[in-house]
C-alpha cells in the first residue's frame, strides 16, 4: 500500500503570511493527489485535484504543485478563514486510496 | 443542488452490525464511482471503501476488509455499507462522498458508536 507522509502536522502562522504544506508518497503516483480542507464539524472541501488543478470556486491563493512522489499546497497569503486543517489524499494506487495525516494550521 | 445524505448510523454493541445509507440526488448518480470515508473523534481521515460506476470494481481497507461490504443501487441512486463485527475503534463519523475526477461531494455524515 502506498503511505502518504504528510508534514508539518501542524503549524502556526499570521493572516498574509506564505504557508506550504507538503506529501510525499511512500512510492509514484504520477499526479492523482488531492488536498482537502476541513474545518471543525463540516465535511472535507477539496481545493486542488490533480496535482494542480483549481477547483472551482476556490480562492486562486492556493495552489498545487508536485508530481510522482513529492507535493505542495501553498496558500500565498494566508486569510483568516483559511485556518483550518489540510490533508492530502492519493488516488493512484487502489486500493486503498490513502489519506495523509493533517496539518493543522492555526492562528499566531 | 447535489445532495449526498447518509443515514443509519447510530449506537451499536461490539460485534453487532449496521448498515449505513447514501442518498444521492442532483446529480448522474450512475456516472460516478462512490467512496465511503470515516473520521474517528478527533483523528484524521481514513478511506474506507470505494466502488466503481457499474459495481465491477471495489477495495477495502485493510482494516475493514473481510468486516464490511459496499454496494450500490444506481436504480435508487443508493449507497449502502454493510458493516459487521463492529469494533471500538470502527466508531467514527462516516462519510460517503466523490473523490475521483474533477467533481467533489461530501455528505454530512452519520456518527457510528460502537459501545457495549
Not at chain 2, 58 to 87: C, E, H, P, W
Request: hydrophobic share 30%; proline share 4%; net charge neutral.
Amino acid at each position: 500500500d502506498i503511505q502518504m507522509t504528510q508534514s508539518p502536522s501542524s503549524l502556526s502562522a499570521s493572516v498574509g503570511d506564505r504557508v506550504t504544506i507538503t506529501c510525499r508518497a511512500s512510492q509514484g503516483i504520477r499526479n492523482d493527489l488531492g488536498w482537502y480542507q476541513q474545518k471543525p464539524g463540516k465535511a472535507p472541501k477539496r481545493l486542488i485535484y490533480a496535482a494542480s488543478s483549481l477547483q472551482s470556486g476556490v480562492p486562486s491563493r492556493f495552489s498545487g504543485s508536485g508530481s510522482g512522489t513529492e507535493f505542495t499546497l501553498t496558500i500565498s497569503s494566508l486569510q483568516p478563514e483559511d485556518f483550518a486543517t489540510y490533508y492530502c489524499l492519493q488516488h493512484n494506487s487502489y486500493p486503498p486510496y490513502t489519506f495523509g495525516g493533517g496539518t493543522k494550521v492555526e492562528i499566531k | 443542488e447535489v445532495q449526498l445524505v447518509e443515514s443509519g448510523g447510530g449506537l451499536v454493541q461490539p460485534g453487532r452490525s449496521l448498515r449505513l445509507s447514501c442518498a444521492a440526488s442532483g446529480f448522474t448518480f450512475d456516472d460516478y464511482a462512490m467512496h465511503w470515508v470515516r473520521q474517528a473523534p478527533g483523528k484524521g481521515l481514513e478511506w474506507v471503501s470505494g466502488i466503481s460506476w457499474n459495481s465491477g470494481s471495489i477495495g477495502y481497507a485493510d482494516s475493514v476488509k473481510g468486516r464490511f461490504t459496499i454496494s450500490r443501487d444506481n436504480a435508487k441512486n443508493s449507497l449502502y455499507l454493510q458493516m459487521n463485527s463492529l469494533r471500538a475503534e470502527d466508531m467514527a463519523l462516516y462519510y460517503c462522498a466523490i473523490l475521483d475526477g474533477d467533481k467533489d461531494y461530501w455528505g454530512q455524515g452519520t456518527l457510528v458508536t460502537v459501545s457495549s
